[in-house]
């Protein structure tokens, strides 16, 4: 697969587009001489177009109706009925039935709130979310109990759509009335979004989530941000799933103060998302004298995970506080480079809690998602070929680890294939004591790309999920499992189809099966039920 250097022009970018087309010109053919076809007229991403076409030099279709795709990529969310019409097509498709109810904010809510209350220590990640007035109610009733502990700081809460995107309608409050719920627009939200737009949206009617806002978030630049982490998930019984080793940090444009009266309605000090602060950037009606915009002109909107992981490392250096109360938990010997070795496994350890909270977010949607797919047998598939991966006969379980510079070691694969995967964009927010706070699961997260870094990454991203998730399809042997369940193809040959994949396996892996086998218990029995 071609890569491009981070930091080259966009002009760049499209040249490597054009060269990449000159080498795909002759399509690969399956062995019955057919082109491998992909069904894409439910996608509207270039980028996607492009990796199909151009990087794995398959044939795209455009238009609705086809029915000899090996492939159904859509942007938008599948139904079971949907799902089972595509596989007596023997289609792959990349979504799982009923996925909504993992990314959507009230049923996600809802699952997490209940295997917290079973398992507090594991679903900390979580903030208090409120998905009614009454539970809210309940929560200030059980607060001015003698035995509960009260705080006087003013606490601020952050109402978000049940299926909102890009930062749209979401606002702060400090005070929770029943409208809070029902998607009422208040003024906060006029001040991130245009009145026109609010207008046009206020007659649909919303739920809302309502969470207790995240304080002391960790800062870059001064400025809040958040983790754009990229998540394949191969089958969901069993449960498999893949962490990207590079994402985006997506950063606020202003600098970062806590919430009060007067900020509140300033999207781009609180909401870190990419469509928020270019829009307000680019917003022609925004005042040309506020010195808050001023000063945030020329900030950098996204860094990738390797600076921001260089850049933890050097905060932890330069904070006393923080390193001394990491220190007290450390285990190496103290000498020459003591400092240096105890922040390298913060961020170690950072990264290695932002996968389990993946995890963990997925495990508890399976009872609800993996009987949908009961109608479908799925059949073993051979292990994924890498460089890093451990041989057959070493006996190791390599669990996925990460440095300074981003998660690093891959194992390899031995999931089973399914006719079904899930490409999840999770948004991360770290806070200063190292902790990782789960804002959102996206099943369909924006491949826009306007820079190089865009394209290089998310590419990169699609290419390798479809190595994983797709590309054994196209070579299985149709005698495993259902007499003709899959077609066999010759798969394309592409020129970088022996490097090594970008996606760590993070689970199965021996160490989350145990720590997490009480959840995954559990989590069957529900099935059952």
Known sequence: MHRLPLGHSKTRAHSAQTSARRRSRNRPESSAGREVLVDLSK???DVVHFVVEHLLGFRVIKHEGCTDAALYWSDLSLTVLRVQRLLTKR???NHFPGIEQLCRKVPMAR???RLAAEF???YDFVPLTFTSYEEYVKFRQHRKSPDATTTTQQQFYICKPNGGCQGRNIFLTSTISPHAFEGAVSSAVLKVHSPAAIQAQSNVPMSYVVQHYIDGPMLVMKRKCDLRCYVLVTSMSPLTMYFYREGIVRICRDEYEAPNSENKGHSTIHLANYAVNKSQHTDSSCDPHDSRRLRSQDVELKWPFHRYSTYVLKHILSNSELLNKL???ANHTKGVGYSVAVANDAVRHLWEDIHDVCVKTV??????????MRFYDSVPAAPLETEDSPTENSGDDVEPAASPNGPLETPGSAARLSPCFELL???ILVDDQLKPWLVEVNHSPSWFTDSAFDFELKSSVIH??????FLPHLTTDPSCGRQGRRRTFNGPKTSNSERPNDFVLIYPTRDRQVRFGDIVAYQERETRL
């Not at 495990?363 to 949908?372: E, N």
């Open 327 to 329: 220190r007290q938990s």
């Open 425 to 427: 964009g999770f948004d």
């Open 111 to 113: 699952l997490l709130t």
């Open 464 to 469: 390798d999920a479809l190595r994983i998730a």
């Open 120 to 122: 507090p220590k594991d």
């Open 363 to 372: 495990l508890a949607s399976q009872h609800v998602i993996a009987p949908l």
């Open 91 to 93: 289609c792959v498709c």
């Open 43 to 45: 996608c509207r991403y």
